[in-house]
């Protein structure tokens, strides 16, 4: 069965400073990896995702991530956070058509920025 | 990239009573799913929504509670039944194939709370 830990439910950073959220996973094949981010009272935005290929991966608003695939984990980072960057962040891992394309998420990690 | 619209987006609803979410795609999509997410938790999945035939739910959740409808591949319903208190959630629809490419995409949710 796979699953997903983030191991860290709060986190507590100053603007202008780096941030890097934990998420670890179990699957038994190559995983579908996703970040979202969900702001207070929205729904879930997608940040980047990883399929294949190269294992760091850019997407929107500044957030990198990187797949290691022996370490079972994808990071999520940001260089430079901003006030706008205070929300939840969600991984989530799941499998190919084949297996349903279903996502199992992790439990959340809360980011709040400090002025 | 596909939209995702959710209807209602907010509703209180009274012990007792069932009431549906819609689920509007802007493109065809393969598959569709719903997921649950409780006050302060993260999102678990409650069924894939299959198009012209029954859903396929995840362990823990069962048709009379939860039914599901698919009649095309841009539209979906999520009935949630005889509501109790314990079902105030977040209830999120998501796509997958088709006009989304190979990325799941998320609905900004649709907020119920049961008094």
């Known amino acids: 069965a796979q699953s997903v830990t983030q191991p860290d439910i709060h986190i507590t950073v100053s603007e202008g400073a780096s941030l890097e959220l934990r998420c670890n996973y179990s699957y038994g094949a190559t995983p579908y990896l996703f970040w979202y981010v969900q702001s207070p009272g929205q729904g879930l935005q997608l940040l980047l995702k990883y399929f294949s290929g190269d294992t760091l991966v850019q997407g929107i608003k500044g957030f990198e991530a990187e797949f290691k695939r022996s370490q079972s984990s994808f990071n999520l980072r940001k260089p430079s956070v901003h006030w706008s960057d205070a929300a939840e962040y969600f991984c989530?891992?799941?499998?190919?058509?084949?297996?349903?394309?279903?996502?199992?998420f992790g439990g959340g990690t809360r980011v709040l920025v400090k002025p | 990239s596909a939209v995702i619209s959710q209807k209602p987006s907010r509703d209180i609803c009274q012990r007792g009573t069932s009431l549906t979410i819609q689920c509007q795609v802007d493109?065809?999509?393969?598959?569709m799913f719903w997921y649950r997410q409780q006050p302060g938790q993260s999102l678990t999945l409650i069924a894939t929504a299959n198009q012209g035939s029954e859903a396929t739910y995840e362990s823990g959740f069962v048709i009379d509670k939860f039914p599901i409808s698919r009649p095309n591949l841009t539209f979906s319903t999520l009935t949630v039944s005889n509501m109790s208190p314990e079902d105030s959630s977040i209830y999120l629809c998501s796509a997958f194939g088709g006009g989304s490419g190979n990325t799941i995409y998320f609905g900004e949710g649709s907020w119920l709370t049961v008094v």
């Open positions: 493109s065809q999509v393969t598959m």
């Open positions: 989530a891992v799941g499998g190919p058509k084949a297996a349903g394309n279903k996502l199992t």
